[in-house]
């Protein structure tokens, strides 16, 4: 998910991890996850200084189409390369990373490669802005 504004306040308020959005993950993971690689991701890394740990880790139900396990993982500070960092230090290696929500706007599951949305004041209220 990519968000292209022009407005430098609701920019800083997604990615700054003061603003504490929530944000949900899609990870397809390269390997075997198993139970201990959950538990090393729920406990967190350090990032820049500090520690994060996110909101929720969850080992996605294995679908027949898909050769890969996906984890499915949302935080809130949304440090730089945090979802990437505690896949890595629990000993995993993602093969493709999807944002798939940020606060309360989720990415519409018809949206095809390559294809984008026009936000409306509805989204942009999910996504926490008040402006």
Known sequence: MLIVTNDGDFAQKL???????????????????KTQHLVN?????V?????????????MPRQPD??????RIV??????HE???????AGLEIHSLKRMRIGGFRLPSDLGLGKYVELK???L???GWKG
């Open 15 to 33: 990615s700054h991890p003061s603003s504490m959005l929530k944000k949900e993950y899609i990870a397809v993971i390269d390997g075997v996850v």
């Open 41 to 45: 991701i729920s406990k967190g890394t």
């Open 47 to 59: 990032i820049e200084g500090m520690h994060c740990t996110p909101d929720s880790v969850e080992l």
């Open 66 to 71: 898909l050769k890969r396990p996906r984890l």
């Open 75 to 80: 935080v809130h500070e949304g440090r730089n």
């Open 83 to 89: 979802v990437r960092e505690l896949v890595k230090n």
């Open 121 to 123: 004041q509805s989204d």
């Open 125 to 127: 209220r999910a996504m």
